[in-house]
């Protein structure tokens, strides 16, 4: 069989870097302009697009279960409204600071975000609140202690839940169209964990999803039990081994430390998740540690319907 002679191959790759240097601009100037332009018009005020992941089957096993589709934003067994209802912040945290571990994705580190007093009135009012844990996998809601072995308490809007509400939205801006969900504390007792997964699910062009996370903790009475992210590089620096598992092998590992909160955003400018999301509360081999989820979820306005004249 005869091979190509270099000249020939020498002009198939003419072609193509040709074709390539034609098809960069239509792509930039044509394509993406009309791409843009068929986005959801309050996806594309905030300069999103309506991208789905690929792999949302397998995104997130969340908390909670929530179906965007069907979502309302007067459901308030889902999201706490903003009523205006004045809270009262009694234990206030007072000067929290925040560490910056990374640009892309945002990821901070928050010492002192929740005061002792609120953390210990919060574990008070939870006790008499704990079901199991579920996972959702997009259809259905189980108990799945191989994935998720914990127990979380629904918590009432008292004047420290409202607080702590103002809190979140106060530290994003009071953002648009971003609402923060009912808060769930999450009880892990020995042995207790949840295997690794996302909090969003790529479900931003069906109606909504969680824009960024607050991993609160209210008691850390306990060994083990880190939140674990294997996608993200641990910063250099031994200052960060007061908050980091610095014998981490894998990524990096969050110590569970009362009052201090990890933030994260888990989508990005183009409405895609960030896949160095990706974490896990590794198993607590003694005692018991309380977690807080504060979600933001950002759902866009409904366009409204046009009547014919």
């Given at each position: 069989m ?14 193509l ?6 098809f ?6 044509v ?12 996806l594309?005020?905030l ?8 792999d949302?089957?397998?995104l997130?096993?969340s ?5 965007p ?16 209802v ?5 234990g206030?945290?007072d ?7 990374s ?13 002792e007093q ?5 574990m008070t ?5 704990y ?19 914990s ?27 971003l ?49 674990h ?25 969050f110590?569970?430390?009362?009052g201090?909160a ?25 005692g018991?540690?309380v977690?807080?989820n ?12 046009r009547?014919?004249?």
């Open positions: 005869a091979s190509s002679s270099p000249s020939s191959t020498t002009s198939r790759l003419s072609t870097i040709t074709w390539l240097l034609y960069v601009p239509v792509y930039i100037f394509l993406d302009p009309l791409a843009r332009s068929w986005a959801p018009e309050s594309r005020e300069g999103w697009s309506a991208g789905l992941d690929p949302a089957h397998d997130a096993e908390d909670g279960g929530y179906t589709s069907t979502l309302h934003l007067t459901d308030d067994s889902f999201i706490s409204p903003d009523d205006g004045p809270a009262h912040c009694p206030e945290a000067g929290y600071r925040v560490h910056l571990l640009r892309t994705p945002l990821i901070l580190y928050i010492e002192n975000f929740v005061s609120e953390a210990d009135h919060l009012m939870s006790l008499d609140k079901t199991p844990s579920i996972v959702y996998d997009g259809v259905t809601e189980r108990v799945d202690p191989t994935k998720r072995l127990d979380r308490a629904l918590l009432d809007r008292d004047d420290t839940v409202r607080c702590l509400e103002e809190r979140a939205r106060a530290f994003q801006g009071w953002r648009p169209h609402y923060i969900e009912r808060m769930w504390a999450q009880r892990y007792n020995a042995s207790g964990h949840y295997r690794h997964h996302y909090d969003w699910t790529g479900s931003l062009a069906r109606g909504g999803d969680r824009l960024s996370t607050f991993m609160v903790y209210l008691g850390a009475d306990c060994e083990g039990g880190g939140t992210f294997p996608r993200l590089n641990r910063p250099e620096g031994e200052k960060w081994c007061r908050f980091l598992d610095c014998d981490e092998a894998v990524g990096l590992t110590k569970p430390i009362k201090n990890i933030f994260w955003e888990n989508l990005g400018p183009d409405g895609m998740g960030y896949y160095e999301t990706w974490h896990a509360a590794y198993p607590v081999t003694s018991t540690k977690g807080l504060i979600w933001s979820w950002y759902q866009p306005p409904r366009p409204k319907k009547t014919r004249v």
